[in-house]
DNA sequence: ATTCGATGTGTTATCGCTAACACAGGATAA
DNA sequence: TTATCCTGTGTTAGCGATAACACATCGAAT
């Protein structure tokens, strides 16, 4: 009694184990025939009469069977997948990008997998040693560029990884590139401001010491300077992005501080360029909150577009960014180069912006 | 001379040819080892003399090896990887919650993969199917309840995959379940409104069809019933999600529709409750246009409480979900059952909403 | 009748790595 | 002294799949 007592714990024991999952070959035993055959029908490939396939098909239905996709990627040296790594998801910039790369490779068979970075470079470095240890196929990187990373990803250039980058400064003989024209874009929300009036403007979304690598930055200098109008350090502010390590991403908040900064100093701007929509809508908040009107008191450009600028109080004048289009574009190279399986030329491409001038800037 | 030019050809090709990976048997021979060595180097696990370890440490730098995951995978049976399918990455809420996963994750020595499912059926099972077929050791779906995403996702249960479900309308045995109290959530939101005297209140962001499983919705009616007040279904307006693979998220523009419907009923709500702040945002959009005052005209309740809320004009009451905490506990979740590698009784956990009080419903 | 290509299936040999075991030499304990 | 453990390293055997090749069979073309 006792010793079947404790057979039925065994047993059940037993049943509470992982199963182990159906390979090919058990598949093959059940349809009567050898693995290559099961092989064939699954790849669709090889010459398999109607009958066996069925019993095949059935067989795998049977044994709900599922491949094994690291002994599939290991012995034909490809996975059928490639790696996008983000600086940040929550941007709807980034949102729109992956669902153009996602579009592009999934009508291609390939899949997606996305790593986040959160705008550190350990977690820039660890998300490129990632997908390169699963050997996915390519990488597209749209995460900005730093010491650490660009030394992990110049490696897995060299090692062959076929890489697309996007809005990254980094460059390499060997990985396409593909960017907003930012410096232009910058200039043009900025020469909008002066064509208004306005001849103190401030930039919020960086230190004028970090800035010197923000295209859209010098963009905004640029604008100032060809209209002989001085620029002026303490108009520039923002979280500093000394350390590579800092998330220094924009948010509201930033945006929001950034704002009240200005607002208080003395002969202070009368118009701001803000890096993207986000830091925007916070400065708003804080000059809304100092009781000033907009655009009368200060008028406002964001960057990016995002679907909210109509939705703010007021609109937003904006400058829009072809966010699907890079993404298209950067899968487009990046399943070119995968598909040569050889080195290529590098292709570069610089897209457009469009500045959509909205309620925050013109009354 | 020709065949001297030809040879030369050839040989420039062959150097442009795809660098096949050093192995960790190349990196054995460099270090005069086996390479079971070498594997013992590189995991860090069995003995190794002082002297060994750094010829092979060597070797690993001259030869640029990186080890190769599929072949690491294969043989152990695990790739201390696990996968996040999310429905829609633009939102603060997955953002959020992805970040939560990862640092839990990576804390633990796990990478995280990210799939998208834009909220469509097919991509639901596309991303459950890449990461099962990657041999991922555990999955966290944080997608919506769909008929052919749940046959898939009860398969790879059942096969043993281990899976946490995150506010998914989904449950089995097997699986850890967690989620906030969209119910109370939507209850406390619509009674709040009651407070305030409020008689006619609408719902945005779901048919009143298709909103029977929506608990956010199924909260709305009972504090409406509580109350004694009528459920009128006019009052409810938003994209018909019948189809399971339609997009069927909630956007600004969503909200903005819905609102006007809402605006342009004969005695209409003097208050909405909307599914999400996204949302939320859109309905504001649409009563300014209108002319009328928030909250005196119409008061408006949103959910997620997104970083914006505070920064819209008013400023946004919504409902706030503890989304951080949601990714951690599916993650420990997940990790426990991945550590204990055998069926584990399902733990579930509900976690409280808390109405943030602002602007939009209290002058 | 013979050759040939198309069709259908099986055999073999890895892909790159590591678990499990084997084994030798030296230190330690009994 | 002998048994026993700890170190350090090598050998073997797959993990689950498929590329490459081999080998039948069959009908059509010569």
Redesign the interface.
């Known amino acids: 009694m006792l010793s079947l007592t404790h057979d039925a714990v065994i047993h059940s024991k037993k049943n509470?184990?992982?199963?182990k999952?159906p390979t090919i070959s058990d598949v093959a035993a059940i349809a009567g025939v050898t693995s290559m055959t099961v092989s064939r029908v699954l790849n669709r490939n090889g010459y398999v009469s109607e009958e066996t396939r069925e019993k095949v098909l059935r067989a795998i239905q049977e044994s709900?069977y599922?491949?094994?996709?690291?002994?599939?990627?290991?012995k034909r040296q490809r996975?059928d997948?490639i790696g996008l790594i983000l600086g940040?998801?929550?941007n709807?910039y980034?949102?729109?990008l992956?669902?153009a790369v996602?579009d592009v490779c999934?009508g291609k068979g390939y899949?997606?997998?996305?790593?986040?970075s959160?705008h550190t470079a350990r977690?820039d470095v660890?998300a490129l040693s990632?997908l390169?240890?699963?050997?996915v196929d390519g990488i597209i990187v749209a995460t900005r560029s730093n010491r650490a990373g660009d030394e992990q990803l110049l490696?897995l250039i060299?090692?062959?990884m076929p890489v697309a980058l996007v809005g990254r400064d980094f460059h390499h003989e060997q990985a396409d590139w593909i960017s907003a024209d930012n410096f232009t874009g910058g200039f043009e929300a900025t020469q909008h401001l002066i064509d208004l009036g306005h001849e103190r403007i401030g930039f919020i979304g960086t230190s004028a010491a970090s800035g010197s690598n923000l295209k859209r930055f010098q963009g905004y200098k640029a604008a100032l300077e060809k209209n002989n109008l001085p620029f002026e350090e303490r108009f520039v502010t923002g979280r500093a992005v000394a350390d590579d390590d800092a998330p220094g991403y924009s948010?509201?908040?930033l945006g929001?501080e950034a704002m009240k900064r200005l607002l208080v100093l003395p002969n202070r701007p009368t118009a701001v360029f803000a890096r993207n929509d986000?830091t925007a809508?916070?400065a708003?908040?804080a000059i809304?909150e100092a009781g000033l009107q907009i655009p009368q008191d200060i008028a406002i450009v964001g960057f990016d577009d995002i679907?909210?600028t109509?939705?703010?109080?007021p609109p937003l004048t904006s400058v829009r960014q072809p966010t699907r289009r890079q993404g298209q574009i950067a899968a487009e190279f990046l399943l070119r180069r995968i598909e040569a399986?050889?080195?290529l030329e590098r292709k570069e491409r610089v897209l457009e912006c469009e500045l959509i001038v909205r309620g925050s800037t013109v009354a």
């Open positions: 509470l184990e992982k199963k999952q709900s599922r491949r094994n996709g690291l002994a599939r990627g290991l996975t997948t940040d998801i929550a709807p980034a949102a729109e992956a669902r996602r999934s899949n997606l997998f996305i790593c986040v959160e977690e660890a990632a390169a240890d699963h050997c490696k060299e090692s062959g948010t509201e908040r929001y986000f809508i916070g708003v908040s809304k679907p909210l109509i939705h703010t109080a399986n050889e080195p």
